[in-house]
């Protein structure tokens, strides 16, 4: 039995959507890093460890996936929802305890929020690119 073909959307809804998750997946991306800024250099009680060095150690994968998420890689958003899984289980850990539970769940919500956009970037984008270079399957007029 052949396989039927997949049937891309239409650029027409593709091109807003990749361009709202886009914005969607930068916000998210900066807001998580803004949360564990916030977190680390206000709040948190480090036994005495200087906050900004915690701070950029729990930083290195932002810093090293910021260039393609600022410049809308598809690679880059694709690897950072592989890295955005550490801060979602950092966040569960933080969640079991009483006085980091507030700041367990907001770094949950904040990076699945981050994996949910990115990774719908992902999809509509390469979906829009091969729409463009004349992919599509059937289209029923």
């Keep these: ?7 891309l959307p239409a650029v027409e809804w593709l ?3 990749v361009r709202v998750m886009r ?7 900066f807001a998580l890093a803004g949360l564990l800024a916030a977190y680390y250099l206000m709040f948190a009680d480090l036994h ?5 060095v915690i701070l950029l150690i729990e930083l290195i994968p932002w810093i090293v996936l910021a260039p393609g998420m600022i410049t809308g890689s598809p ?3 694709s690897w950072m929802c592989f890295a955005v899984n550490l ?11 009483p006085g980091r539970q507030l700041f367990g769940v907001l770094e949950m919500a904040a990076s699945l929020a981050v ?4 990774l719908l970037y992902v999809r509509w984008r390469y979906q829009l690119d091969r729409k463009l270079a004349g992919e599509g399957g059937i ?3």
């Design 1 to 7: 039995m052949a396989k039927k073909p997949k049937v």
């Design 15 to 17: 091109a807003p959507r």
């Design 23 to 29: 914005i969607v997946s930068l916000l998210c991306f």
């Design 48 to 52: 005495g460890a200087r906050p900004w």
């Design 75 to 77: 690679r880059g958003h």
């Design 87 to 97: 801060y979602f289980i950092k966040g569960a850990l933080a969640a079991y305890d």
């Design 115 to 118: 994996f949910c956009s990115a």
């Design 139 to 141: 289209s029923v007029a």
